[in-house]
């Protein structure tokens, strides 16, 4: 059984930064993709970030020029860089992993203030 847990949100201001992180129980070197996922008050979650077993990695058009998604197989843990941060960006932040089924994060706020 696989636990993930994010950490790194907080209250940030329009252009600023925040790192995610998510801690994985089990080695992540397993999972066929990992990725983080967006849900703002009201609106459907959505796929943020996705970094694949190989290393291949996909952005949602929103993001991509400010955000990087990464993994350190030998922490067990998945990042998410998060720069030029923008209010729309204001959303609960989950991780995935997928190994023979989904398992999925507790989340973590991120709020971009004006």
């Known amino acids: 059984q696989v636990q993930l847990v994010e950490s790194g949100g907080g209250l940030v201001q329009p252009g600023g930064s925040l790192r995610l992180s998510c801690a994985a129980s089990?080695?992540?070197?397993?999972?066929?993709?990992m990725g983080w996922y967006r849900q703002a008050p009201g609106k459907q979650r959505e796929l943020v970030a996705i970094?694949?077993?190989?290393?291949?990695?996909n952005y949602a058009d929103s993001v991509k020029g400010r955000f990087t998604i990464s993994r350190d197989n030998a922490k067990n843990t998945l990042y998410l860089q998060m720069n030029s941060l923008k209010p729309d960006d204001t959303a609960v932040y989950y991780c995935?992993?997928?190994?023979?089924?989904?398992?999925w994060g507790q989340g973590t706020q991120v709020t971009v203030s004006s």
């Open positions: 995935n992993a997928q190994f023979y089924r989904p398992y």
């Open positions: 089990g080695s992540i070197r397993s999972a066929a993709a």
């Open positions: 970094i694949t077993s190989g290393g291949s990695t």
